[in-house]
Nanobody
Framework: QVQLVESGGGLVQAGGSLTLSCAAP????????MAWFRQAPGKEREFVVA????????YYADSVKGRFTISRDNAKNTVYLQMKSLKPEDTAVYYC?????????????????????WGKGTLVTVSS
């Protein structure tokens, strides 16, 4: 069982920035694809970004392309989601997830059952 722990959520004004972290205590991510999803109130959980741990492939949802950046720190076994130019519509609970399958262009179709491991989420609120 892989435990994923998100942190870094909070309240930020529109146009501001926030960086989320996802750690897996005691585990290495070397064989996993890491992804971020989000779920706004009353909406389905949606894909945000996915990245192979080897940095070979990254896929962003169109809604965040150019504003969000996924990265990782090997030494800390942590994945980050840097979010810039935040908009009120980015308000959601953000979830870190991991699996071993790369969906390619189908990433936006992936839902909860498409990933093997999930964190409990961290809330991001963007005020207008």
């Amino acid at each position: 069982q892989v435990q994923l722990v998100e942190s870094g959520g909070g309240l930020v004004q529109a146009g501001g920035s926030l960086t989320l972290s996802c750690a897996a205590p005691g585990r290495t991510f070397s064989s996993y694809i890491m992804a971020w999803f989000r779920q706004a109130p009353g909406k389905e959980r949606e894909f945000v970004v996915a990245k192979t741990w080897s940095d070979i492939r990254t896929y962003y949802a169109d809604s965040v392309k150019g504003r969000f950046t996924i990265s990782r720190d090997n030494a800390k076994n942590t994945v980050y989601l840097q979010m810039k130019s935040l908009k009120p519509e980015d308000t959601a609970v953000y979830y870190c997830a991991a699996n071993t399958y790369w969906y390619g262009s189908r990433w936006p179709e992936v839902r909860e059952n498409g990933m093997d491991y999930w964190g409990k989420g961290t809330l991001v609120t963007v005020s207008s």
